[in-house]
């Protein structure tokens, strides 16, 4: 069971229910780009659920949220939350009126024991456990956790090679993290451009005022309307590496 008492980051108040993972945080939001800070956010659950809590956030949840945003033309001052869910999970976000933050709560539903309910199989396996899925040739996956649905007992499960429908449906696991040296980040970005997976770089900079007034810390970065300069003070550390131009 979670106890979402221990989450120091996230939209409150917290849902109450059965989670095997949630994710809290409060993220930099200029309008337009959504930043995550490692200092600014909090993951409780195990690391197998934390790696397809995050699939699910990068490739489904963000997407939409943006869009969402566009549409709705949310400024620094809305208090609307957003909300999605489907039968696993649960994302509720908000800027909740402090002109510069996006504040997210993310949960993974299911239970960590054997629930009370229904069970089809001939054995009960374990959280942890790998097994052979036969269906949709998805091969050997390992247990994550346990849901009910109509008082029947399923599982949750990750593929150790997921086929291509089930890739095409829920994207590519990885997502690279990284800091140090600047011609160590551009190759690292430049590497994960190639192999077509996620990157974030910490960037390295002089920084004199902190409050990006003084310019010492300036880097020049590009989106869809061209290139631009920020400041790693205030616009970063952390920069998709997409947009930095090393």
Excluded at 45 to 72: F, M, R
Excluded at 166 to 178: H, L, P, S
Excluded at 201 to 227: F, N, P, Y
């Amino acid at each position: 069971m979670i106890d979402l008492t221990k989450l120091e980051w996230g939209l409150q108040p917290f849902k109450t229910g059965n989670y095997l993972a949630v994710f809290g945080a409060r993220t930099i939001w200029d309008g337009n780009k959504i930043t995550f800070l490692p200092d600014r956010q909090q993951f409780i659950g195990n690391s197998e659920a934390h790696e397809v809590l995050c699939n699910w956030i990068n490739n489904k949840a963000l997407p939409k949220l943006k869009q969402y945003i566009t549409d709705h033309h949310w400024t620094g001052a809305t208090r609307e939350i957003y909300t999605d869910e489907t039968w696993l999970y649960r994302i509720e976000v908000s800027p909740n009126g402090s002109h510069g933050y996006l504040y997210f709560s993310v949960y993974m539903k299911g239970f960590d024991e054997f629930p009370t309910g229904k069970w089809s199989g001939n054995f009960i396996p374990k959280i942890g456990e790998t097994v052979f899925a036969v269906v949709n040739d998805i091969g050997k996956c390992q247990i994550l956790g346990y849901y009910l649905e109509d008082g029947w007992i399923g599982v949750i499960a990750k593929p150790a090679q997921p086929p291509e429908w089930f890739v095409r449906q829920n994207g590519e696991n990885a997502v690279v993290y990284a800091c140090g040296p600047t011609p160590m980040l551009k190759s690292v970005a430049a590497l994960c451009k190639e192999k077509n997976i996620k990157c974030y770089v910490s960037l390295e900079q002089r920084m004199a005022c902190g409050i990006g007034a003084c310019l010492c810390c300036a880097q020049k970065t590009r989106d869809e309307d061209g290139e631009h300069m920020k400041h790693v003070c205030k616009n970063g550390p952390v920069f998709d590496s997409e947009e930095v131009v090393f």
